[in-house]
């Protein structure tokens, strides 16, 4: 059973940088899956931020793509999230996820979440 | 950008009522379309896959259907436990999802 934690930050200071980490146990990060993202405003929707493969490929967002940068740390099991420049409106519950690489691309495993609140 | 929309955005219903919430594309998706399940402070959960593949574990009341823009998420004989927010999500680009739809059981 795969499971996923997020660790980091709960606030930080505007303009400032935003930083978590995910870790992956019971599967290997360099299986066939790319690994992602995802942000909730409280009592709003999901939104996607990024995804990684295991060789270092992204893709991102294109809304938040010149503030965001996922990377993998392959000897760790772990992948991680920087969102630069943040605002209050980047205040979230942040959600990293499997997606699962079959046919149709869909999200199987999630963390348990990491809310990160922007004020100073 | 793909856009997803959903409607209802809330609705309420008694057990063992039917229900069913759609969600729209902004263009053609073909069936990649998923549909999770959130309860409150927990992750999303992967109900339905590819428009109509029941994830693994997922009670067969839960049924999905639709291809190109148009969708249906179904619910039948709701139980007490299915009261959470649905959202849809496309995975045919740029993964975007739905706005939400809270479902009330009374």
């Known amino acids: 059973q795969v499971q996923l934690q997020e660790s980091g930050p709960g606030l930080v200071q505007p303009s400032g940088t935003l930083s978590l980490t995910c870790a992956v146990s019971?599967?290997?990060?360099?299986?066939?899956?790319?690994w992602s993202w995802v942000r909730q405003p409280p009592g709003k929707g999901l939104e996607w931020i990024g995804e990684?493969?295991?060789?270092?490929?992204?893709n991102y967002n294109p809304s938040l793509k010149s503030r965001v940068t996922i990377s993998v740390d392959k000897s760790k099991n772990q992948f991680s999230l920087k969102l630069t420049s943040v605002t209050a409106a980047d205040t979230a519950v942040y959600y990293c996820?499997?997606?699962?690489?079959?046919?149709?691309?869909?999200?199987?495993?999630w963390g348990q979440g990491n809310l990160v609140t922007v004020f100073s | 950008d793909i856009q997803m929309t959903q409607s209802p955005s809330s609705l309420s219903a008694s057990v063992g009522d039917r229900v069913t919430i759609t969600c729209r594309a902004s263009?053609?998706?073909?069936?990649?379309l998923n549909w999770y399940q959130q309860k409150p402070g927990e992750a999303p959960k992967v109900l339905i896959y590819g428009a109509s593949t029941l994830q693994s574990g997922v009670p067969s009341r839960f049924s999905g259907s639709g291809s190109g823009t148009d969708f249906t998420l179904a619910i039948s004989s709701l139980q007490f436990e299915d009261s959470a927010t649905y959202f849809c999500q496309q995975s045919y680009s740029t993964p975007s999802f739905g706005q939400g739809t809270r479902l009330e059981i009374k």
């Open positions: 263009q053609t998706i073909s069936s990649y």
């Open positions: 990684i493969y295991h060789s270092g490929s992204t």
């Open positions: 019971g599967g290997s990060i360099s299986n066939s899956n790319w």
């Open positions: 996820a499997r997606r699962y690489y079959d046919f149709w691309r869909y999200f199987d495993y």
